[in-house]
């Protein structure tokens, strides 16, 4: 048989679809979830083991059992506000869960590791597109637990033969165009998500945060990646790196910038509808705007996204967050 790849949080969102992608490409793949934000439902292909990346028993279990060559690492808590709010929490489940789930794959001579990790590891950049060159700076625990395993990882291949693959990821939206798997977590943040529920009738409004921003409309501009895109830059990853490629770390964007009510106007455009929109002051700790080079990402690993249209993101979105609303309605009130 042949080895299997362990992916970490494959019940996630991001995870959830890489999986699928995995399964699609006909891999071996074994997924280690706790649940706590991810649904068994969500994983289409593999085995599903509902555990915890501290938990080294269960994954040196693992490792052994399915032969793991790659592990994929997704698992993680990811809501910024909370992060500052209980740093411990992060630095527990995104540091040092990974530094065992290193020193299990180091135990284990796991070959390839495959990291998710994001664009708050640079802060607030001084200088737009943002380049993998580009100085970290986190300005919050999030960012911070992050780029600590990014430090880790680092150094763990330069001491073994591990190879790996950082994966800085922008925004991230959208769903499988077959609707079957999306984003569900609840109490949704994220502005492409909350404009889609409120355009469902989940929510009656939502908010600009800041409309003085010094861009051409006032509003923070984001480089919104869809989701199949994001999965689709693990494969090549991989790829890259059982062909035997050096490790690297890239920025994942498409490389161009939509503000807020841009993205806000697509949902209307999409949507056929008219939002409910207040205007409110900044958000605290929000970059003005964060753009990616993403020239490394298509040249490193031949990669070429399909769904680089703003539109197409957000008709995926709006369509999954219809299916959620009919699922909700049709088993009770929304929760
Ligand atoms: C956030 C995190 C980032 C993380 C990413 C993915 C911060 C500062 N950044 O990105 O580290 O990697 O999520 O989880 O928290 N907006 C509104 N109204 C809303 C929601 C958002 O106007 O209801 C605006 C924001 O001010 C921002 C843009 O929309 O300008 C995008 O915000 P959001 O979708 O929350 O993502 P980020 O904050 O960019």
Not at 252 to 260: D, L
Request: aromatic fraction near 6%; glycine fraction near 10%; hydrophobic fraction near 35%.
């Amino acid at each position: 048989m042949s080895k299997g790849i362990l992916v970490t949080g494959g019940a996630g969102y991001i995870g959830s679809h890489v999986v699928r992608q995995l399964g699609e490409a006909g891999r071996r793949v074994v997924v280690l979830d706790n649940l706590s934000t991810g649904f068994a439902e969500a994983v289409l292909h593999g085995d599903l083991v509902v555990g915890d990346t501290g938990d080294h028993e269960l994954i040196n279990r693992i490792l052994k059992e399915y032969e793991v060559d790659t592990v994929l690492h997704f698992a993680a808590h990811t809501v910024v506000p909370e992060s500052v709010a209980n740093p411990l929490k992060y630095y527990g489940n995104n540091t040092c869960n990974s530094r065992n789930l290193l020193a299990c794959c180091a135990k284990a001579g796991v070959r390839h590791f495959i990291f998710s990790s994001t664009a708050a590891v640079y802060g607030i950049p001084e200088v737009q597109p943002v380049t993998e060159e580009t100085p970290t700076q986190p300005i919050n625990a999030y960012g911070s637990s992050k780029l600590m395993t990014e430090w880790m990882l680092r150094d763990l291949s330069a001491a073994s033969d591990l190879r790996h693959g950082i994966l800085r990821y922008f925004n991230v939206a959208g769903c499988d165009p077959e609707c079957r798997i999306g984003q569900s977590t609840p109490g949704a943040t994220l502005l492409i998500k909350v404009a889609c529920e409120a355009a469902v009738g989940k929510r009656d409004s939502l908010s600009i945060f800041g409309t003085d921003y010094p861009t051409p409309d006032g509003t923070g501009i984001r480089d919104y990646i869809h989701v199949e895109d994001l999965a689709s830059a693990h494969l090549r990853a991989l790829e890259h790196l059982e062909n035997g490629g050096d490790s690297l770390t890239l920025n994942c964007g498409y490389g161009r910038g939509f503000s807020v009510r841009e993205v806000l106007d697509s949902v209307e455009r999409v949507g056929k509808i008219k939002l409910n929109i207040r205007e409110e002051a900044r958000r605290a700790g929000d970059p003005p705007a964060l753009i990616a080079n993403g020239e490394q990402v298509r040249n490193q690993l031949n990669w070429s996204p399909r769904y680089d249209d703003l539109d197409t993101i957000v008709r995926t979105s709006l369509a999954w967050e219809q299916k959620l609303a009919k699922r909700n309605s049709s088993v009770g009130p929304p929760q």
